[in-house]
């Protein structure tokens, strides 16, 4: 069954502002992994935040999680044009494990 | 090293017919995911293989699906009788043992007719 819920389910804003997408989740995990997808092609491996962690910082990248609430969220700073493209979260219950999908988050920035 | 290779990229299939979907992981893998995503979806979960070994098919249709994992070759995930509700992208992961990040491959887009 489904684990994750994006929202917003689409994003549009301008070149330069920041985007930032939610993703919920209903069992424990061990870790939640965010993902690329541009239109038609294949996943791109983003970020990955284990459990025991709060934030986490990749380039422009900032992930946050919330175990108590169950819940992770992705900032993009200083957006391009590039990072157009659809954003998955995704969870783990242990390594060597299903990765469990949300819907995911199309997101388009606008030059 | 290269990355996870799928094959086909694009398959068309009339119904009744069986599609053969090839995934060959990263080079040092041993384990692979496949998972399958309807338009517009998040993907969902099918099967996870090792080496001749089925781990965990919990996410597989009981009837006309099949994956398999040989020693030597690729893995292979068959679809026996195809609908038109198969018509999807199928992606192929691998990871290495004890390893959280899964790597994937370009996907295989099935439609059928």
């Known amino acids: 069954s489904q684990q994750g819920e994006e929202d917003p389910q689409a994003l549009s804003i301008q070149e330069g502002e920041n985007a930032t997408m939610n993703c919920s989740y209903k069992t424990s995990i061990n870790n939640l992994q965010w993902y690329r997808q541009n239109s038609g092609r294949g996943l791109v491996h983003l970020i990955l935040?284990?459990?025991n962690e709060r934030e986490k910082h990749s380039g422009r990248l900032r992930v946050t999680l919330d175990t108590s609430k169950k819940s992770s969220s992705l900032l993009i700073t200083a957006s391009r044009a590039a990072d157009t493209a659809s954003y998955f979260c995704a969870t783990q219950r242990d390594s060597n494990y299903q990765l469990i999908w949300g819907a995911g988050t199309k997101l388009i920035i606008k030059p | 090293n290269a990355g996870v290779m799928q094959n086909p990229r694009h398959l068309v299939r009339r119904r009744g017919q069986e599609a053969r979907l090839r995934c060959s992981p990263m080079k040092g893998h041993s384990h692979v995911y496949w998972y399958r995503q309807l338009p517009e979806e998040g993907l969902k979960f099918m099967v996870y293989l090792q080496k001749e070994n089925i781990i965990d098919e919990s996410g597989m249709p009981k009837e006309r699906f099949s994956a398999e994992f040989p020693k030597e070759g690729p893995s292979i995930l068959r679809i026996q009788q195809v609908v038109r509700g198969d018509s999807a992208a199928y992606f192929c992961?691998?990871?290495?043992?004890?390893?959280?990040?899964?790597?994937f491959g370009p996907g295989t887009r099935l439609l059928v007719l």
């Open positions: 935040i284990r459990s």
């Open positions: 992961a691998s990871s290495p043992p004890a390893a959280e990040t899964q790597y």
